[in-house]
C-alpha cells in the first residue's frame, strides 16, 4: 500500500512562505517610500506654485497701487467724497419751519390773531402771543387741541398768561401759549415744497 | 531582509515625519497667505476701478460739483453768506433789518500759500458759521423768505424764528441760522 507524507509537503510550503513574505514586505514598504517621494516632490512643485501666484499677486498690487497714486484729481476725488458725505448727512437733518405754519393755521380760531411766534428746533417747543376778542374765544382756542386731528401736530398746551387789554375803541384778551409741535412736521414734504432741495 | 524591511520602515517614517509633513504645513500657511494676497488684490482693484470710474465722474460732473459747492463750500468766507441772504431777502421784497454771520475764530480766509498751492491736498472738517437777520414785511414776504432760506443751494439749517407784529401793519421775523463749509 503507497504511502502519503503529507507532513513534508506542509513543511516545504510554510517554508516558502517564510521566504516570500519579508520580500513582498520589501515591496510593499519600498513602494509607500516611492509614494512618499513623489507625493512630497507634488508638494515641492505645488509650495513653488503657490509662491509664483503669491509674488504674481503683490506684483499686481505695486502696479495697481501705483495707478492709484496716479490718478488724476484723486486728492480733489477724496474730498468730494468728503462734501458728498457731510452735505448727506445735513441734508437728512435739514428742517423746514415754513411747513409748520399751514398747520398752525388750520388749528388756529379764525378770530384769533398772533402777535408774537418763536420757535426753536431743541425741545420741538413752539412759543406764540394771540388776541381773542373774550375769554370764550380762548377756550375755544384751547378746545380746539383736544380733537385729534389738530393735536396730532400740536399738543401740550399750557397757557402761560393772559389779560385783558382795552384801547379806544374795543377789549380783548391777550395770551401766551407754549405748546409742543410734532417734529415731523419739520421734515420735507415735496408738496409744500415744489422747488425744494 | 529584516534589516533592509527595517531600514526601509524607518527612513520611510522619518522621511514623511520630519520631511513631508512639515512641507505639507508650510503649504497650508502659503495657501493662506495667498487667499489673503489675493483678496487685498482684489480689493486694490476694486478700489483702482471706483477710483478711475469716480474720475471720470468728476470730469463729467461739473454741474452736481457747482452745487456741491454751492451747498458745502471749501471755504469759510462769512460774507458770502450775508449776501446770499441779502439776495433772497431782496427776492421776495422784504427789507433787512440786521444781519450777522460768524464763523470760527482765526479762521485764515485769505492768502493762505499753502492752500492755494494744493486745494485739495490737506486735510478737512466740516465747519459751522452762525449767524442771524432779521427782516421786516408782510406775512406772506415772511413765509417765501423763510422758503427761499430752507431751499436755497446753500444748506443753511434754521435753529429758532421769531415773528413778532412791527410798525405800519408788518411783520418783523428774525431767524438763527448756520451753515457749512469744509476747511482744514
Same mark, same amino acid.
Given at each position: 500500500?503507497?504511502?502519503? +507524507?503529507? #507532513?513534508?509537503?506542509?513543511? /516545504?510550503?510554510? %517554508?516558502? *512562505?517564510?521566504?516570500? !513574505?519579508? =520580500?513582498?514586505?520589501?515591496?510593499?514598504?519600498?513602494?509607500?517610500?516611492?509614494?512618499?517621494?513623489?507625493?512630497?516632490?507634488?508638494?515641492?512643485?505645488?509650495?513653488?506654485?503657490?509662491?509664483?501666484?503669491?509674488?504674481?499677486?503683490?506684483?499686481?498690487?505695486?502696479?495697481?497701487?501705483?495707478?492709484?497714486?496716479?490718478?488724476?484729481?484723486?486728492?480733489?476725488?477724496?474730498?468730494?467724497?468728503?462734501?458728498?458725505?457731510?452735505? +448727506?448727512? #445735513?441734508?437728512?437733518?435739514? /428742517?423746514?419751519? %415754513?411747513? *409748520?405754519?399751514?398747520? !398752525?393755521? =388750520?388749528?388756529?380760531?379764525?378770530?384769533?390773531?398772533?402777535?408774537?411766534?418763536?420757535?426753536?428746533?431743541?425741545?420741538?417747543?413752539?412759543?406764540?402771543?394771540?388776541?381773542?376778542?373774550?375769554?370764550?374765544?380762548?377756550?375755544?382756542?384751547?378746545?380746539?387741541?383736544?380733537?385729534?386731528?389738530?393735536?396730532?401736530?400740536?399738543?401740550?398746551?399750557?397757557?402761560?398768561?393772559?389779560?385783558?387789554?382795552?384801547?379806544?375803541?374795543?377789549?380783548?384778551?391777550?395770551?401766551?401759549?407754549?405748546?409742543?409741535?410734532?417734529?415731523?412736521?419739520?421734515?420735507?414734504?415735496?408738496?409744500?415744497?415744489?422747488?425744494?432741495? | 531582509?529584516?534589516?533592509?524591511?527595517?531600514?526601509?520602515?524607518?527612513?520611510?517614517?522619518?522621511?514623511?515625519?520630519?520631511?513631508?509633513?512639515?512641507?505639507?504645513?508650510?503649504?497650508?500657511?502659503?495657501?493662506?497667505?495667498?487667499?489673503?494676497?489675493?483678496?487685498?488684490?482684489?480689493?486694490?482693484?476694486?478700489?483702482?476701478?471706483?477710483?478711475?470710474?469716480?474720475?471720470?465722474?468728476?470730469?463729467?460732473?461739473?454741474?452736481?460739483?457747482?452745487?456741491?459747492?454751492?451747498?458745502?463750500?471749501?471755504?469759510?468766507?462769512?460774507?458770502?453768506?450775508?449776501?446770499?441772504?441779502?439776495?433772497?431777502?431782496?427776492?421776495?421784497?422784504?427789507?433787512?433789518?440786521?444781519?450777522?454771520?460768524?464763523?470760527?475764530?482765526?479762521?485764515?480766509?485769505?492768502?493762505?500759500?499753502?492752500?492755494?498751492?494744493?486745494?485739495?491736498?490737506?486735510?478737512?472738517?466740516?465747519?459751522?458759521?452762525?449767524?442771524?437777520?432779521?427782516?421786516?414785511?408782510?406775512?406772506?414776504?415772511?413765509?417765501?423768505?423763510?422758503?427761499?432760506?430752507?431751499?436755497?443751494?446753500?444748506?443753511?439749517?434754521?435753529?429758532?424764528?421769531?415773528?413778532?407784529?412791527?410798525?405800519?401793519?408788518?411783520?418783523?421775523?428774525?431767524?438763527?441760522?448756520?451753515?457749512?463749509?469744509?476747511?482744514?
Amino acid at each position: 500500500m503507497a504511502q502519503i +507524507n503529507l #507532513l513534508k509537503q506542509t513543511s /516545504v510550503s510554510s %517554508s516558502n *512562505l517564510g521566504n516570500t !513574505l519579508p =520580500k513582498i514586505l520589501v515591496w510593499v514598504f519600498a513602494g509607500l517610500v516611492v509614494a512618499v517621494l513623489i507625493y512630497y516632490a507634488w508638494l515641492f512643485i505645488d509650495a513653488n506654485g503657490i509662491n509664483k501666484k503669491i509674488k504674481d499677486a503683490q506684483d499686481a498690487m505695486v502696479k495697481y497701487n501705483t495707478e492709484i497714486a496716479n490718478v488724476p484729481r484723486k486728492d480733489e476725488l477724496y474730498t468730494r467724497q468728503l462734501q458728498l458725505k457731510n452735505y +448727506n448727512e #445735513l441734508v437728512g437733518k435739514h /428742517v423746514y419751519w %415754513s411747513q *409748520l405754519f399751514p398747520a !398752525l393755521a =388750520k388749528s388756529t380760531l379764525k378770530s384769533a390773531t398772533y402777535s408774537n411766534l418763536q420757535l426753536q428746533d431743541s425741545g420741538n417747543t413752539l412759543s406764540l402771543s394771540a388776541n381773542v376778542p373774550t375769554v370764550a374765544d380762548l377756550d375755544k382756542y384751547l378746545q380746539v387741541f383736544d380733537i385729534p386731528e389738530f393735536n396730532k401736530n400740536f399738543s401740550n398746551v399750557r397757557v402761560t398768561g393772559f389779560n385783558k387789554s382795552s384801547d379806544l375803541n374795543s377789549t380783548s384778551i391777550k395770551f401766551q401759549l407754549k405748546m409742543q409741535y410734532d417734529p415731523s412736521l419739520l421734515q420735507y414734504d415735496p408738496s409744500l415744497n415744489p422747488n425744494g432741495n | 531582509m529584516a534589516i533592509e524591511l527595517v531600514l526601509l520602515i524607518l527612513f520611510g517614517g522619518l522621511f514623511f515625519w520630519f520631511i513631508v509633513l512639515p512641507k505639507r504645513a508650510s503649504i497650508t500657511d502659503l495657501e493662506a497667505n495667498l487667499s489673503t494676497v489675493q483678496k487685498q488684490q482684489q480689493d486694490i482693484s476694486g478700489e483702482l476701478n471706483s477710483l478711475k470710474n469716480l474720475a471720470n465722474e468728476l470730469n463729467n460732473d461739473t454741474a452736481d460739483i457747482n452745487h456741491l459747492d454751492q451747498a458745502l463750500p471749501l471755504n469759510g468766507k462769512t460774507m458770502t453768506l450775508q449776501i446770499l441772504a441779502a439776495t433772497l431777502a431782496q427776492s421776495v421784497g422784504v427789507t433787512i433789518k440786521d444781519t450777522n454771520a460768524v464763523g470760527p475764530n482765526n479762521q485764515i480766509l485769505a492768502g493762505d500759500k499753502a492752500l492755494l498751492a494744493k486745494p485739495y491736498g490737506t486735510t478737512r472738517a466740516l465747519q459751522k458759521i452762525s449767524g442771524s437777520i432779521s427782516v421786516l414785511g408782510t406775512f406772506s414776504q415772511l413765509e417765501a423768505f423763510l422758503r427761499k432760506l430752507e431751499t436755497s443751494g446753500r444748506l443753511i439749517n434754521i435753529g429758532s424764528l421769531t415773528i413778532d407784529s412791527a410798525e405800519d401793519g408788518n411783520l418783523s421775523l428774525k431767524v438763527t441760522m448756520e451753515a457749512y463749509y469744509l476747511a482744514p
